[in-house]
């Protein structure tokens, strides 16, 4: 039986966008996700989460869906635009209505509220005058983290800032692959640290008002060189400067990676680092939240020449693959719990002054279905989560602060631009009944918590 120390903080995620529907509802503005979904061709099925798992009306019976698995925490994120639909000014009562029921009734239930500011539901009117490009979007976002503390700051057990700031950026204005949908060189690199000074602020305007621990989470890939090759170690380094270095550092070493400047020129250059920036960033953590899926096994692929300032954040030279695995996810991911323990352990020898860890998104996609008996068998999901948890404890005997670990998800859900096939939730959702069903993933993972 794999073991976890006395305290370990076992805990099921979601995001907003992704189940609650009700879009219209309330006062609530759209989202830079509303627009995105509703332009043709960008997300697969061509759905998007206006209706998702009805989470709005349907609260109470997933936050019992949450009791009965003996999860002792939630973690679930705030929509922006139900909160203020235009992403300034004064607050929308009705919105804050809302997760003021949801978080009363976690405590009803005994469950500790994980609330997540950003969850990539960027109000639509901030969009409109930049989005994250535009310095002012972080400012905004204090404003709104402080509206947060103070009506909602004596309820929250845990606040997390941002949820993985390389995706709201670099997939989000540089790869075009998820919302706004653009496609631009440093604008994509402005965006990520406006996103990172966004944090900042708001960690400062939360902790002025709350006592309450306050992180923020990362999405970390470690990155697989595809041979020994000077050319592939080389391009393995980029990609870990993309999606790992380039948030890292700020956040827990106070600068931006050095190496950044091979590949983009000096930040430090350009006009969207103002003085004071980074030590705003690297404010301290109560704790950092990980979220793991794969590793990323990548070979060199040169560009051609071109001008730095040309060149989409993104393109760093590298060509992403998947390696033949014995075991893949659903949507073709390679499943490598190794990864994880990696992760972890190179934060910890990285930085010194990291601080208490907690895994707060894991899972895997798969096409579940309901038998005819009325159950889901999705043992490939049970032996997956069973995997990550033996590399999570791996990583704390060998020293790693790691306190926690969420389930992703709760619920089957809207899954961005991939649209509602892939299935992660340890509870299956009929979209068309909203029917839910636990999974033989559910009952497996209510025993380890148990024992």
Same mark, same amino acid.
């Given at each position: 039986?794999?073991?976890?120390?006395?305290?370990?903080?076992?805990?099921?995620?979601?995001?907003?966008?992704?189940?609650?529907?009700?879009?219209?509802?309330?006062?609530?503005?759209?989202?830079?996700?509303?627009?995105?979904?509703?332009?043709?061709?960008?997300?697969?099925?061509?759905?998007?989460?206006?209706?998702?798992?009805?989470?709005?009306?349907?609260? $109470?019976?997933? =936050?019992? @869906?949450?009791? !009965? +698995?003996?999860?002792?925490?939630? *973690?679930?994120?705030? &929509?922006? /635009?139900?909160?203020?639909?235009?992403?300034?000014?004064?607050?929308?009562?009705?919105?804050?209505?809302?997760?003021?029921?949801?978080?009363?009734?976690?405590?009803?239930?005994?469950?500790?509220?994980?609330?997540?500011?950003?969850?990539?539901?960027?109000?639509?009117?901030?969009?409109?005058?930049?989005?994250?490009?535009?310095?002012?979007?972080?400012?905004?976002?204090?404003?709104?983290?402080?509206?947060?503390?103070?009506?909602?700051?004596?309820?929250?057990?845990?606040?997390?800032?941002?949820?993985?700031?390389?995706?709201?950026?670099?997939?989000?204005?540089?790869?075009?692959?998820?919302?706004?949908?653009?496609?631009?060189?440093?604008?994509?690199?402005?965006? $990520?640290?406006? =996103?990172? @000074?966004?944090? !900042? +602020?708001?960690?400062?305007?939360? *902790?002025?008002?709350? &006592?309450? /621990?306050?992180?923020?989470?990362?999405?970390?890939?470690?990155?697989?060189?595809?041979?020994?090759?000077?050319?592939?170690?080389?391009?393995?380094?980029?990609?870990?400067?993309?999606?790992?270095?380039?948030?890292?550092?700020?956040?827990?070493?106070?600068?931006?990676?050095?190496?950044?400047?091979?590949?983009?020129?000096?930040?430090?250059?350009?006009?969207?680092?103002?003085?004071?920036?980074?030590?705003?960033?690297?404010?301290?953590?109560?704790?950092?939240?990980?979220?793991?899926?794969?590793?990323?096994?990548?070979?060199?692929?040169?560009?051609?020449?071109?001008?730095?300032?040309?060149?989409?954040?993104?393109?760093?030279?590298?060509?992403?693959?998947?390696?033949?695995?014995?075991?893949?996810?659903?949507? !073709?991911?390679?499943?490598?719990?190794?990864?994880?323990?990696?992760?972890?352990?190179?934060?910890?020898?990285?930085?010194?002054?990291?601080?208490?860890?907690?895994?707060?998104?894991?899972?895997?996609?798969?096409?579940?279905?309901?038998?005819?008996?009325?159950?889901?068998?999705?043992?490939?999901?049970?032996?997956?989560?069973?995997?990550?948890?033996?590399?999570?404890?791996?990583?704390?005997?060998?020293?790693?602060?790691?306190?926690?670990?969420?389930?992703?998800?709760?619920?089957?859900?809207?899954?961005?631009?991939?649209?509602?096939?892939?299935?992660?939730?340890?509870?299956?959702?009929?979209?068309?009944?909203?029917?839910?069903?636990?999974?033989?993933?559910?009952?497996?993972?209510?025993?380890?918590?148990?024992?």
């Amino acid at each position: 039986m794999i073991e976890f120390p006395p305290g370990f903080v076992w805990g099921v995620a979601t995001s907003a966008y992704q189940i609650e529907g009700a879009v219209a509802e309330d006062g609530r503005g759209p989202s830079i996700w509303d627009t995105f979904a509703a332009t043709p061709g960008k997300v697969a099925d061509g759905t998007s989460g206006a209706v998702a798992c009805d989470h709005y009306h349907r609260w $109470a019976e997933d =936050l019992d @869906l949450i009791a !009965g +698995l003996g999860a002792g925490a939630y *973690r679930f994120s705030i &929509a922006w /635009p139900r909160v203020q639909p235009d992403g300034r000014g004064p607050a929308n009562a009705a919105g804050l209505d809302f997760y003021k029921r949801l978080l009363d009734g976690m405590a009803e239930r005994g469950i500790d509220a994980w609330a997540t500011l950003y969850h990539w539901d960027l109000p639509q009117a901030l969009e409109d005058v930049g989005g994250w490009r535009a310095r002012d979007t972080a400012a905004r976002f204090a404003e709104y983290a402080a509206i947060l503390a103070d009506h909602l700051g004596d309820r929250v057990g845990h606040w997390i800032t941002l949820n993985e700031p390389y995706c709201s950026s670099i997939t989000g204005y540089a790869e075009g692959r998820h919302a706004p949908g653009a496609r631009e060189g440093h604008g994509a690199l402005a965006a $990520a640290h406006h =996103l990172l @000074l966004g944090h !900042g +602020l708001a960690v400062r305007e939360l *902790r002025a008002r709350v &006592a309450a /621990p306050v992180g923020v989470t990362l999405n970390m890939s470690p990155a697989v060189a595809a041979s020994d090759s000077a050319t592939d170690q080389a391009a393995a380094r980029r990609q870990d400067l993309l999606v790992n270095r380039l948030f890292t550092e700020p956040l827990l070493g106070g600068r931006y990676p050095a190496d950044a400047a091979e590949v983009w020129g000096d930040l430090t250059d350009f006009s969207f680092l103002a003085d004071g920036d980074l030590d705003t960033v690297a404010a301290p953590l109560d704790f950092l939240g990980v979220n793991y899926y794969y590793r990323v096994h990548v070979r060199d692929s040169p560009l051609p020449a071109e001008g730095r300032a040309a060149r989409s954040a993104y393109q760093i030279g590298v060509e992403a693959f998947v390696p033949d695995a014995p075991r893949r996810t659903g949507v !073709g991911w390679p499943i490598e719990p190794e990864g994880l323990y990696a992760t972890l352990m190179g934060l910890k020898e990285r930085y010194p002054t990291l601080p208490p860890v907690y895994i707060t998104e894991n899972g895997c996609a798969y096409a579940d279905e309901v038998g005819p008996d009325g159950r889901v068998d999705d043992a490939p999901r049970i032996a997956f989560t069973s995997d990550h948890l033996a590399a999570s404890a791996r990583a704390i005997a060998d020293g790693v602060d790691l306190r926690g670990y969420f389930h992703w998800s709760l619920l089957d859900n809207f899954e961005w631009a991939r649209g509602y096939p892939p299935r992660f939730g340890l509870v299956h959702v009929d979209y068309d009944t909203q029917v839910r069903t636990p999974k033989a993933s559910y009952e497996w993972l209510r025993g380890v918590i148990a024992s």
